[in-house]
């Protein structure tokens, strides 16, 4: 199967906010609202275009990621992470790789983009594939109770977490 990514544009907006949510609809810990979470983050500060990616198979998009600005702040200091959040591939189009590939070239992206680090919440044995490690080993918290080894991180670069311990702030599109 021949995959493409490429920048979400506008004129995907809608098509993608379908995938999204047809990729969630079976998925028994979802609110089945990631689309509109998708929706609401394009209108915020932490809405990076060039880290909405769309995955195309015979011209028709049939998956997308997302990372968005977040913040991780203690006593000292804050720093600028992103939260990869959320990533869907279509159900009929799942386990064949699409997932990977989106989530390998959003990292690309995004370290090109000279961001340091990228948080996420999800599966514990899926995203270690891609580097993902758990975030309470650099001492990083989510502002909400989650179990200790679905919330994780990646550096982009070398020891870029490495004194960056502290409690991860999402946009507020997501606690709307
Ligand atoms: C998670 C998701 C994006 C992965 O995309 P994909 O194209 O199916 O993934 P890939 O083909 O790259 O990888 C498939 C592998 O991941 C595993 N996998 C898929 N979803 C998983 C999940 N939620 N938890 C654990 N493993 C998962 C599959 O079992 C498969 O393993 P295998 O290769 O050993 O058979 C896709 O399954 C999806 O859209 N799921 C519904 C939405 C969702 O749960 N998103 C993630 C939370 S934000």
Redesign the pocket.
Known sequence: MNITIRQEQINDYKTTEDI?KK??A??K??DQK?HELVSRLRNTNEFIPKLSLVAISNDTII?H?LLTKIQITNDKQTSESLA????????E???????????QEALKKAKELHFNSVI???????YP?FGFKKASLWGIKAPFEVPEESFMALELKENALTSNSGVVEYSSAFFE
Do not use: R, W
């Open positions: 999204v990729a969630f079976n998925m810990f979802s990631e998956g990621i990869l959040a959320p990533v869907s591939v279509l159900p189009f799942q386990s064949k790789g699409i997932g990977k590939k989106l989530i996420v919440l999800g599966h514990p044995t899926y594939k």
